[in-house]
Structures are given as structure tokens and as C-alpha cells.
């Protein structure tokens, strides 16, 4: 779906058809000088990684110590080991395993330092420099480079009050797949209309983080906005509604293994819902997620489990870490078997 610009391997690369499968990690704890506390570093950073997919870096700067934590592909944001900043260069360790593409057995390995210095004495360009080498061939060495931006700082909690939604928009007419398509074409397809439902369905039933299936994006592009759905997923089941392709509302049964802020009423890896507000599995669900000013209220079958709550990054397994950019409504598809209806869109108007 996206094309990198500013991502490059060094002389070999991976295969395109390749996925990121692991959210990288780790923590750090260092005294923090008066110099570093000002650090252009400290904030949010977005990065795209050479196979399309989003790698997301926050420098904190606390009276403990400097911190950080990364995500790389999917999964979480976790800390990050031996953080070191120093003028415009700072340096952590990893140790990851991730394949990138995701469809490919080949399993890449950081194990090395990450490091990343400001471009051209920017504050809000950052160059991310990576050596990684396949499972059980150190001798398979080379490098990535990625190219991140800063976030703006989190805007204020928006007065939902005062927000004015425009007309409804149905996403899906019930009959067929028009305004949508598979982020990647190569996936296999398992999406259809079936009696004015969205139906996905695939023989996955574990919980993966990548299968062989496509995810299914609108062609639309959208800002800030009210989004009301119902889904069905089955017991055991898993998929995502990621809005603007970034922050995944998670869909999962009640009695779901994955509870808490990977549970029903998540959004995934970022914010718990304040209760299990799910139905069993099998059984229709109803979300209204409502995205503004990088703040997200999730109500989840008529109660508010998400309270205008704001969104620290993006999540594992979007199309993208930077929270600036308009994106579609994504439904995850590589998962296991789900089912959708009644996908409604009300634009926020400015």
C-alpha cells in the first residue's frame, strides 16, 4: 500500500513480500544531566521501516533518568536497554527478531546498538541506524537505515461538546467491496458481502501476529471523526479496526484470553479499557470510536470504557507511526475469521 522514500537497505535487500513480526524493546535508566533533560531528543518519533511498516521511538526525560521505548513492526511499545544521549547522537540497545514482510521464513536479528544522530542539526529529523544479520548467520550482516520525524506535542484534551460531526457516511453497501481494497495485493483475499455483511474468513485460529491473509482498507482517507461499527468474532477469535490505519480498537471476544489493554475495548498496546464491556463470542458488538485531536473515546455495547483519552502512538501492525497524517479505517484481516456490518463514518467538521 505505501511506498518508502526515505528507508533504504545498505547493498542486499529483503524481499518486499516480507513482514515485520515483532515489536521490539527494552528499558533504560541513566541520570539524567541538565543538558539531557533538554534534549531534542525527548519526544515522539515516527519512522517507516523499509518494508512499509511503522517503527515508533518516545525519549522521556524524568528526575530518575532518561527513558525510552520503541515498537518496531507490531506488538508493543516497550522500553528500551543502556540508553546513552549525547548532543545530537543517542545510542540503546535491542536485541530483536522480526521478519520483515512477514510471509517469509527468514527470521532477521538485531543485536547490535541502535543508533541515531539529529539530520543536519535539525530538532524534528532524526536517522535511525540499524545492523541486523539472519537467525544463525552472523555473516549475513548489514545495515538499515530509517529516516523518523518528530511528533508535535499531544494537544489538548478536546471539549467533545463542542465538536460538530458531519453527515453520515456508510462505509459498505452491503452488496459488494467497493471503496475498499487489500492494503497488500498479494495477501490472500478472504473478505466478501454476504446479506449486508463484511465477511472474513480464513483458517487462522492462532494468535499470531501475522498470517496469510490480506487487511482490508478503505480507499477513503480520514482526519478526525466519529466511527460506529458492530462486529462479530468468534470464541477465541482476533482482528482490529485500526482508525486512520494507526491505533487498533481491539476485536475479541468477552472470555478472550487477550483482556485488559489487549482485551475488548482496548486500543491495543496503548490504553486499557476501565471495563470488560464485551459480549460472548459469536454475538454482535457494537463500537462507537471517536477520534479527535489525537484523543480516542471508545464506547464499547453503550458504555464508555474510553474516555477521551490521549493516544501516545500508534499501534503494533498499522500502516504508519506518524499521528499527524490523515489514513483509512483498517480492518484486520490476517487474523482469524471476523464479521462486520453497519460501518458508519461522521467526519469532524472544521
Known amino acids: 500500500m505505501k511506498k518508502s522514500e526515505s528507508s533504504s537497505f545498505s547493498q542486499r535487500r529483503i524481499p518486499d513480500q516480507i513482514v515485520g513480526v515483532f515489536a521490539a524493546v527494552l528499558t533504560v535508566t541513566g541520570a539524567l544531566s541538565a543538558d539531557e533533560s533538554r534534549s ?22 524524568e528526575d530518575s533518568g532518561s527513558q525510552a521505548e520503541l515498537l518496531w513492526s ?9 540508553l546513552e544521549i549525547e548532543g545530537d547522537a543517542i545510542r540503546f540497545d535491542r536485541k530483536l527478531s522480526w521478519k520483515p514482510g512477514g510471509e517469509a521464513n527468514e527470521v532477521w536479528v538485531i543485536d547490535e546498538p541502535i543508533l541515531g544522530t539529529l539530520v ?4 524534528d529529523a532524526m536517522r535511525l541506524r540499524v545492523t541486523q544479520h539472519r537467525e544463525g548467520d552472523p555473516g549475513t550482516r548489514e545495515k538499515i537505515i530509517l529516516h523518523g520525524r518528530k511528533m508535535p506535542p499531544m494537544p ?19 452488496r459488494d467491496l467497493a471503496g475498499w481494497r487489500l492494503s497488500n495485493p498479494a495477501k490472500k483475499n478472504g473478505w466478501r458481502a454476504e446479506n449486508g455483511v463484511l465477511v472474513n474468513e480464513t483458517p487462522k485460529t492462532d494468535f499470531g501476529a501475522y498470517g496469510d491473509f490480506g487487511n482490508l482498507v478503505t480507499e477513503a482517507t480520514f482526519e478526525d471523526f466519529r466511527l460506529s461499527l458492530e462486529y462479530n ?41 476501565v471495563k470488560n464491556a464485551g459480549k460472548p463470542g459469536g454475538q454482535w458488538n457494537r463500537y462507537v470510536l471517536t477520534l479527535v485531536d489525537r484523543h480516542v473515546t471508545v464506547e464499547l455495547n453503550g458504555e464508555i470504557v474510553i474516555d477521551n483519552e490521549p ?8 500502516l504508519s507511526a506518524d499521528d499527524t497524517a490523515p489514513g483509512p479505517i483498517f480492518l484486520q484481516g490476517d487474523h482469524t475469521s471476523v ?6 463514518i461522521e467526519e469532524v467538521v472544521r
Open 156 to 174: 489538548p484534551r478536546p471539549d467533545l461538546s463542542r465538536v460538530v460531526f458531519g453527515d453520515p457516511l456508510s462505509l459498505f453497501n452491503g
Open 339 to 344: 464479521k462486520y456490518r453497519n460501518l458508519v
Open 311 to 318: 493516544l501516545e502512538g500508534c499501534s503494533g501492525g498499522g
Open 233 to 273: 468474532v468468534p470464541a477465541g477469535g482476533n482482528s482490529g479496526v485500526y482508525l486512520r490505519g494507526m491505533y487498533e480498537a481491539q476485536v475479541v471476544d468477552r472470555d478472550s484470553r487477550m483482556q485488559g489493554i489487549q482485551g475488548p475495548g482496548a486500543i491495543f498496546g496503548r490504553i486499557a479499557p
Open 74 to 82: 507490531v506488538g508493543s511499545a516497550r522500553p528500551v536497554r543502556n
Open 40 to 61: 531534542p531528543f525527548v519526544g515522539s518519533w515516527a519512522f517507516e521501516l523499509p518494508d512499509g511498516n511503522p517503527a515508533w521511538l518516545k525519549v522521556s526525560a
Open 120 to 123: 543536519g542539526g535539525e530538532k
